[in-house]
């Protein structure tokens, strides 16, 4: 059973596209993340949810919209896809808020062509 | 924010030789400290944490790591690497009661036989 389980795993798509990407975990954890990897592999935080509430939004632009359904589920909606969204997009989930220890999902490779 | 630095990009180390992952950290009055390893085409997984207490903290696999408050430091260590150790492996710090971790750009293990 994956503990933070990610779908697609793999999308590329066309510029000006609208994609989404959908994370579930079902290790009972309350707060769940996303992260962007970019091709040098530098990791970065995007958002935080917590009880389904947004606890973190970086500075992301607004094409990027997180949504969580429930409390095991959040999903990472992209409006009018860029070449540069394009990079490895990370789903975690913690039991505290502090997210002192996160497990990751496997990752979606999204590439914007 | 937190900021880390890794201080090698690429870590190139035979089979059953040891290895150490330098990561240093911008200082602060207190601060958690973390190290994930990343496999090929895998999430990230917490090798171990530091909190408080113990300077050396002892994870999974084999790894250990120790803190170093006034160096600023938590270099990571193994004795004695193996081929399945070859990852990437990712430092992150948070201050205590903020919410999100900051990575450090990673270190490319390649252990060969």
């Known amino acids: 059973d994956t503990a933070v389980s990610q779908t697609p795993k793999y999308l590329v798509t066309q510029m000006g596209n609208d994609k989404s990407i959908k994370c579930e975990q079902n290790?009972?954890?309350?707060?769940m993340y996303w992260y962007k990897q970019d091709s040098k592999k530098f990791l970065k935080i995007m958002f935080s949810?917590?009880?389904?509430?947004?606890?973190i939004n970086e500075t992301v632009p607004n094409r990027f919209s997180p949504k969580s359904p429930d409390k095991a589920h959040l999903n990472l909606h992209i409006n009018s896809l860029e070449l540069g969204d394009s990079a490895v997009y990370f789903c975690?989930?913690?039991?505290?808020?502090?997210?002192?220890?996160?497990?990751f999902g496997q990752g979606t490779r999204l590439t914007v062509v | 924010a937190q900021s880390v630095t890794q201080l090698d990009s690429q870590v190139p180390v035979f089979e059953e030789a040891p290895v150490e992952l330098r990561c240093n950290y911008s200082?602060?009055?207190?601060?958690?400290l973390f190290w994930y390893v990343q496999y090929p085409n895998q999430g990230l997984q917490l090798l171990l944490k530091?909190?408080?207490?113990?300077?050396l903290v002892k994870g999974i696999n084999g790894f250990e790591a120790e803190f170093n408050k006034s160096q600023t430091s938590f270099h990571l260590r193994k004795p004695s690497v193996h081929i399945s150790d070859t990852a990437e492996y990712f430092c992150?710090?948070?201050?205590?009661?903020?919410?999100?971790?900051?990575f450090g750009a990673g270190t490319t293990v390649t252990v060969r036989a």
């Open positions: 975690a989930s913690s039991q505290d808020v502090l997210g002192l220890e996160a497990f």
């Open positions: 290790l009972g954890h309350d707060t």
């Open positions: 949810y917590n009880n389904k509430e947004l606890i």
């Open positions: 200082s602060s009055v207190s601060v958690y």
């Open positions: 530091y909190l408080s207490g113990s300077t």
């Open positions: 992150a710090a948070a201050p205590p009661g903020d919410y999100k971790l900051s």
